[in-house]
Structure formats: structure tokens, C-alpha cells
């Protein structure tokens, strides 16, 4: 089995992304050989980072969790909204804690979310820039989600058939970039 984190890297009232989020872990734990964790920062309310977690005496509520399950994962998907040109500072808050390599030859599949017509590629770059430099291996396929509020009715259903082919298509690239990565 593969253990396999999808982040979902939203904590906004009313957030899109995370929709995309449960249908690529949806994806996901459809695959027999794959056993699927959905990591949802809004679970994690996280104070602004004052020193990394290897330098604390004390952690923050759901930090050891937190970090341990991206460690122990063989693959992570990281599905974030793009804002303001850039990933949310929420998300780059938690990654800021994390101890140096903790993503070391792990396979990163990025996937953005936008209400705007260019799906998130600004914040694609930033992902996978940080990627690099938690040590994990951002691979070159991605999915950049352009006009959210298109895909999505108010529950989550997916309107759009082609969001699954393309999610499909991303987690089986995705998938092959595990399996040789990891033992
Ligand atoms: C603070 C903020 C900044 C945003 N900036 C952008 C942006 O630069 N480009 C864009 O396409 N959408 C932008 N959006 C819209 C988001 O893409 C939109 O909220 C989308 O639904 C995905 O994020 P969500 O998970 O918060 O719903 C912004 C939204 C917020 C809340």
C-alpha cells in the first residue's frame, strides 16, 4: 500500500478548493493499492510561526500530528487556492514550521484552485519552489483549476465531467511517479 496525504490548503468561510480537494482524495482512495489521508488545514488553526517546530519546547495543537502524517506519506497532492497572486499565507504559515527535508524525494503533485481565469499558475510556481525546498520532488504534470464557482454546485457536486478526466489523468501520472520513488 502507498500512502498517499492530500493537503487541502483552504481555510476560507465558504472555500471552493476544498471541494477539489475531496474529489481528488475521492480519486484517490478508489485505487486498491493506495491508502488515502484528506489533511485539511482548517483543522490545524495554526498561530503565525514564531520559530520552526524543531526549535520549539512546546508545540502548537495538532502540529506533531500534523507533521507526522505529510512525513509518513510516500506521495502528497497539494491542492491550495490561489490568492492574490500567490498561495494563502495560512498554507504558507504551516509549511514554515516544518522541519528542513521533511518532504525528502517525495513525489508533490500541485493543484490550484482559482474563481479567475488563469487557474492559480502564480501560485503553482510558489508550490513548487516550496516543494524544492522541503526536499520533495514537485512532478511536472498539475491541474490549474480556472472558474471554481463553474465546477462546483452549492454541495460539491462536480458539474463538469471534464474535471474528473483531468484529476483522473493527474492522480495516475501522479501515482507512477510513487511507485518508482518509493519502495
Ligand atoms: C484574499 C483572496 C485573494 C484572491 N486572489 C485571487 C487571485 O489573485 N487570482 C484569482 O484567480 N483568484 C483569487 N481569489 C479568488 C479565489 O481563487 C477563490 O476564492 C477560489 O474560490 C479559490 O479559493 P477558495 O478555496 O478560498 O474558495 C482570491 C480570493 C481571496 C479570498
Given at each position: 500500500m502507498k500512502k498517499i496525504v492530500?493537503?487541502?490548503g483552504s481555510i476560507r468561510e465558504g472555500r471552493k478548493s476544498h471541494f477539489v480537494?475531496?474529489?481528488?482524495?475521492?480519486?484517490?482512495t478508489s485505487q486498491a493499492h493506495v491508502e488515502a489521508t484528506l489533511?485539511?488545514?482548517?483543522s490545524y488553526p495554526f498561530p503565525i510561526m514564531e520559530k520552526r517546530m524543531n526549535q520549539m519546547d512546546e508545540l502548537p495543537d495538532g502540529m506533531q500530528l500534523f507533521s507526522d502524517t505529510l512525513f509518513q506519506a510516500q506521495g502528497i497532492?497539494?491542492?491550495?487556492?490561489?490568492y492574490k497572486n500567490g498561495m494563502p499565507g495560512a498554507l504558507k504559515n504551516a509549511?514554515?514550521?516544518?522541519?528542513?527535508?521533511?518532504f525528502k524525494r517525495i513525489?508533490?503533485?500541485i493543484?490550484?484552485?482559482?474563481?479567475?481565469?488563469?487557474?492559480?499558475?502564480?501560485?503553482?510556481s510558489q508550490l513548487r519552489g516550496i516543494g524544492l525546498a522541503l526536499g520533495g520532488v514537485p512532478i511536472p504534470e498539475k491541474l490549474c483549476i480556472s472558474k471554481v464557482n463553474e465546477l462546483f454546485d452549492d454541495n460539491g457536486e462536480v458539474l463538469q465531467e471534464s474535471f474528473k478526466t483531468k484529476s483522473s489523468d493527474l492522480i495516475n501520472s501522479f501515482l507512477w511517479y510513487v511507485d518508482r520513488l518509493s519502495s
Open positions: 492530500v493537503l487541502s480537494a475531496q474529489e481528488i482524495y475521492g480519486i484517490l489533511l485539511d488545514l482548517k497532492v497539494i491542492v491550495s487556492p490561489e509549511l514554515d514550521y516544518l522541519n528542513p527535508q521533511i513525489p508533490l503533485a493543484v490550484t484552485v482559482s474563481s479567475g481565469g488563469f487557474g492559480g499558475l502564480f501560485c503553482l
